[in-house]
């Protein structure tokens, strides 16, 4: 901390400069915390805001992905089964 004894042209020491930076602190704190919270409130809610949006478009994009797969399963279980397969026919109107 000799920048700041060069600064104050007073040899405080190592001690008097942690006492000072303590005072300053306690003084600050008091007048930077509300403006630190005004500003980061907005910004978590809106990134929780984000994270909610996201998970939801997640979802739906996850549903989706499952009921096609789903669907091409039950196709191909259809085409490996013969009584599929006849059923098939049948309900083209038999055109097997």
Known sequence: MALLDDILGIGIGEMGTGLLFGLGAIVLVPVVLPV???????????AIKGGLLLAEKVKVTVAE???SMEDITAEAKAELDPKGIEAQGEASGGAA
């Open 36 to 46: 630190v919270g005004a500003v980061a409130k907005p910004v978590a809610k809106a």
């Open 65 to 67: 992905v499952k009921e």
